[in-house]
């Protein structure tokens, strides 16, 4: 039975998130994806910077996560990547079943 992972990850902006995802999609090593844009602050280089970010959000197995970690670092601009892979408490069969049939 395979594990089921929420996977978020992080854009610059629309245009990376597009690649990124469309990278994803079309290697099938994710289903589709969900784009939230909002503001987002954090350390670098010692120096509080502000951006606007896009996370995508979508849902992969353990079959595809190591393939989805290397294909975002392939595809994104971002030095630093950020992405988690979050194992849902419960998943309804619904989803399970299209994750599974959308990744075969």
């Known amino acids: 039975m395979s594990v089921y992972y929420e996977a978020k990850i992080s854009a610059e902006n629309q ?3 597009d690649t990124i995802l469309n990278s994803l999609l079309e ?4 289903t589709a994806g969900q784009f939230i844009h ?3 602050r954090f350390l670098w280089e010692g120096k509080i910077q502000d ?3 896009v996370t995508i959000t979508c ?3 353990d ?3 190591d393939a989805v970690m290397e ?3 392939k595809t994104t601009s971002e030095t630093v990547p950020m ?3 979050t194992i849902p408490d419960d998943i309804n069969v619904e989803l399970r079943d299209w994750i599974d049939k959308t990744l075969a």
């Open 15 to 17: 245009e990376q998130a």
């Open 38 to 40: 909002a503001p987002a």
């Open 27 to 30: 290697q099938k090593l994710a």
């Open 83 to 85: 992405m988690t892979f």
């Open 59 to 61: 849902y992969t197995t």
């Open 51 to 53: 951006m606007n970010y």
């Open 71 to 73: 294909d975002v670092r």
């Open 63 to 65: 079959k595809y996560k």
